[in-house]
């Protein structure tokens, strides 16, 4: 049996709006979901055990179940007991390049991976809507992780529905290395302060308007208008995130006076990220970014948007 490598990509929210709470604890989206070429690999072989073993060295990766690509191979072992049986267990190594707890779903991409890896190792031929099922189960980013591109996410961010591709445009991304924002924390102070005003106020959930503002964003991204995309992008999550964290917001703030076509947080942070034209624009921002801040812990990358998702090498 064969080793295969994956190539699993990170992504951005280009447009992220929270319009209710739900029953379940999540809330309900409307977002505009991209996949960028900073992507992490990751190799799984047969070992010949009963075990799944995961190999990284990045200080920040567990190596437990509480790593969601170790809890994927986990899902998949429950899910299909007969191809484990027959195939055993597997060695999962992760050579990490997408940073840690950084509103980039790495997390859930790596998952992604597994899934797709164990499909083909195991030759199960599961479709992509069954790939994605699986992958609700696991996070909500997890669907979307798996096919990638450009899409609009609905529900807690599961429900998928492709639009044109976007892979035009090029970013650069700035991070904090000391910065980890967690996501649980940034959507339940959401819900405090804006949700259950909202239903004190009104008594009813958040109206739902999103189809009012993603409207000229899916418009835009259909007729690749750059200068529309940049004009509207938009994060709820940076109304939490950005007053908590003052060194995000003030290298938000730098990076939006630099220019590109529009800067934003992306997910629930702390990575930021500016829409650039060309790989030339993205570049120079990045160069004025870190002379301006000079920081040690400040990480930046130029990165392509992406039309893929989980990729076989
Ligand atoms: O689905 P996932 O495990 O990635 O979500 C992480 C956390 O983010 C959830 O536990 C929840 O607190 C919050 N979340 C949410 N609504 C969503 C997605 C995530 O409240 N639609």
Redesign the pocket.
Not at 29 to 46: K, T
Not at 67 to 73: D, G, I, M
Not at 156 to 169: A, C, M, S, T
Not at 255 to 262: D, I, T
């Given at each position: 049996m064969k080793p295969y490598t994956l190539i699993a990509p990170a992504k951005i929210n280009l447009y992220l709006e929270i319009i209710g709470d739900?029953l379940d604890?999540?809330?309900?989206?409307v977002m505009i979901l991209q996949s960028i070429e900073l992507a992490d690999r990751l190799e799984i072989r047969p070992n010949g055990t009963q075990h799944i073993r995961l190999h990284c060295d990045h200080p920040q990766v567990p190596l437990d179940a509480t790593n969601l690509a170790y809890r994927a191979a986990q899902l998949m072992i429950q899910e299909f007991p007969t191809a484990f049986a027959n195939y055993g267990g597997i060695d999962i190594t992760l050579d990490k390049r997408i940073p840690v707890a950084a509103g980039l779903a790495g997390g859930?991409t790596n998952a992604a991976a597994i899934l797709v890896g164990l499909d083909l190792m195991w030759e199960l031929g599961l479709t992509l809507p069954a790939l994605r099922r699986l992958g609700e189960k696991l996070?909500?980013?997890v669907p979307f992780c798996i096919g990638g591109g450009t899409a609009i996410a609905t529900?807690?961010?599961e429900k998928l529905d492709p639009i044109q591709d976007l892979d035009n445009l090029w970013v650069v991304l700035a991070k904090y290395n000391s910065i980890a924002v967690s996501?649980?924390w940034?959507?339940?102070t959401y819900?405090k302060q804006f949700v259950e005003t909202y239903i004190r106020d009104h008594g009813e959930v958040l109206s739902r308007s999103s189809e009012v503002h993603s409207g000229p964003f899916v418009q835009a991204i259909t007729q690749k208008n750059g200068v529309k995309i940049g004009e509207l992008i938009h994060n709820d999550l940076e109304k939490i995130v950005l007053p908590e964290y003052p060194k995000v917001a003030q290298l938000r703030d730098i990076l939006q006076q630099l220019g590109g076509l529009g800067t934003m947080m992306s997910g629930?942070g702390p990575t930021v990220f500016t829409l650039c034209e060309s790989k030339i624009e993205a570049e120079t921002i990045k160069k004025q970014a870190k002379e301006m801040i000079n920081d040690p812990d400040l990480e930046f990358w130029v990165t392509q948007l992406s039309s893929s998702g989980i990729q076989v090498e």
């Amino acid at each position: 049996m064969k080793p295969y490598t994956l190539i699993a990509p990170a992504k951005i929210n280009l447009y992220l709006e929270i319009i209710g709470d739900r029953l379940d604890g999540y809330h309900e989206l409307v977002m505009i979901l991209q996949s960028i070429e900073l992507a992490d690999r990751l190799e799984i072989r047969p070992n010949g055990t009963q075990h799944i073993r995961l190999h990284c060295d990045h200080p920040q990766v567990p190596l437990d179940a509480t790593n969601l690509a170790y809890r994927a191979a986990q899902l998949m072992i429950q899910e299909f007991p007969t191809a484990f049986a027959n195939y055993g267990g597997i060695d999962i190594t992760l050579d990490k390049r997408i940073p840690v707890a950084a509103g980039l779903a790495g997390g859930s991409t790596n998952a992604a991976a597994i899934l797709v890896g164990l499909d083909l190792m195991w030759e199960l031929g599961l479709t992509l809507p069954a790939l994605r099922r699986l992958g609700e189960k696991l996070g909500s980013d997890v669907p979307f992780c798996i096919g990638g591109g450009t899409a609009i996410a609905t529900g807690r961010g599961e429900k998928l529905d492709p639009i044109q591709d976007l892979d035009n445009l090029w970013v650069v991304l700035a991070k904090y290395n000391s910065i980890a924002v967690s996501t649980p924390w940034a959507y339940q102070t959401y819900k405090k302060q804006f949700v259950e005003t909202y239903i004190r106020d009104h008594g009813e959930v958040l109206s739902r308007s999103s189809e009012v503002h993603s409207g000229p964003f899916v418009q835009a991204i259909t007729q690749k208008n750059g200068v529309k995309i940049g004009e509207l992008i938009h994060n709820d999550l940076e109304k939490i995130v950005l007053p908590e964290y003052p060194k995000v917001a003030q290298l938000r703030d730098i990076l939006q006076q630099l220019g590109g076509l529009g800067t934003m947080m992306s997910g629930s942070g702390p990575t930021v990220f500016t829409l650039c034209e060309s790989k030339i624009e993205a570049e120079t921002i990045k160069k004025q970014a870190k002379e301006m801040i000079n920081d040690p812990d400040l990480e930046f990358w130029v990165t392509q948007l992406s039309s893929s998702g989980i990729q076989v090498e």
